[in-house]
C-alpha cells in the first residue's frame, strides 16, 4: 500500500521567512503532484513533477521532485500573508500503466504565516 | 478557462436515504475521478472511471457506491443508503488523456452531511 507522508503537518511562520514542506514516500513513483487548498475550498493545482530531479517554481513556492530518496519538497520564499493555506502532496501510484490511477494524497500541511 | 462543476454544492441527508452527487468535468477530458475528504482529514480516493466503466476503485469504495456517466457531459456518484460515517466533502476531478501531466482538475465539491 502506498504510503505519503508529509511534514510537518501544521507551520506557523512569520512573513518575509523562508521554509520547507517535505513529502515522502513509499513506493516508485516520477509522477508527484502539489495542490493548495484554502478553508473550505477545493484543490487547486500547484505543481506537477513527472522525473526525478525535476525542479518548478512560481512565484516564491519552487518544488522539486528525488525520486531515488522518494521524497518531494516544497520551499516558500520570502513568506507572504497570502500563502496560508494547506498544502497537500499526492502520489500517482501508476499501476495501470497510463490510465485513470487515483492519486494518494499526504495529510497534508497547514500553513500560517502571520505579519 | 473551463472547471469541473459539481452540484448541490450542500446535501443534508437522513440516515438510510440515497443520495446522488453530480458533476460536469471539463468537456475534453476523458478520464473522471471521485475522491472524499472526511472534516479535517486528508483527501481520499473512491474511484476512476474512463471509457464508460470503473477503471480503478479503493476499499471505500464498496457496494453502496456507484458511478455513471449518463450522459455526454455528466458524472454521478450514488449512495445507496447513507451513513453517517459517509458524512464528507465529495470531490469530482477529471483529467485528459495519458502521454501528458495527467493533472487532475478538482470541482468546487459537495459537502454531504448524513444525521
Known amino acids: 500500500e502506498l504510503k505519503v507522508e508529509q511534514n510537518p503537518l501544521f507551520l506557523s511562520m512569520q512573513e518575509g521567512k523562508n521554509y520547507t514542506i517535505y513529502c515522502n514516500y513509499s513506493t516508485t513513483s516520477d509522477r508527484l503532484y502539489w495542490y493548495r487548498q484554502d478553508p473550505g475550498k477545493s484543490l487547486e493545482s500547484l505543481f506537477v513533477?513527472?522525473?526525478?530531479?525535476a525542479v518548478k517554481q512560481e512565484g516564491r513556492l519552487m518544488a522539486s521532485l528525488d525520486t531515488k530518496a522518494r521524497l518531494s519538497t516544497l520551499h516558500i520564499t520570502a513568506a507572504v500573508h497570502d500563502l496560508s493555506a494547506t498544502y497537500f502532496c499526492?502520489?500517482?501510484?501508476?499501476?495501470?500503466?497510463?490510465?485513470?490511477?487515483?492519486?494518494?494524497f499526504g495529510k497534508g500541511t497547514h500553513l500560517i504565516i502571520q505579519p | 478557462e473551463p472547471e469541473v462543476t459539481q452540484t448541490p454544492s450542500h446535501q443534508v441527508t437522513q440516515m438510510g436515504q440515497e443520495v446522488i452527487l453530480r458533476c460536469v468535468p471539463i468537456?475534453?477530458?476523458?478520464?473522471f475521478y471521485w475522491y472524499r475528504q472526511i472534516l479535517g482529514q486528508k483527501v481520499e480516493f473512491l474511484v476512476s472511471?474512463?471509457?464508460?466503466?470503473?477503471?480503478?476503485k479503493s476499499e471505500i469504495f464498496d457496494d453502496q457506491f456507484s458511478v455513471e456517466r449518463p450522459d455526454g457531459s455528466n458524472f454521478t456518484l450514488k449512495i445507496r443508503s447513507t451513513k453517517l460515517e459517509d458524512s464528507a466533502m465529495y470531490f469530482c476531478?477529471?483529467?485528459?488523456?495519458?502521454?501528458?501531466?495527467?493533472?487532475?482538475?478538482f470541482g468546487p465539491g459537495t459537502r454531504l452531511l448524513v444525521l
Open positions: 476531478a477529471s483529467s485528459r488523456l495519458a502521454g501528458g501531466p495527467k493533472t487532475q482538475y
Open positions: 468537456s475534453n477530458h476523458l478520464y
Open positions: 513533477l513527472l522525473s526525478n530531479g
Open positions: 472511471f474512463y471509457n464508460n466503466e470503473i477503471s480503478e
Open positions: 499526492a502520489v500517482d501510484p501508476q499501476l495501470s500503466g497510463g490510465g485513470a490511477d487515483g492519486l494518494t
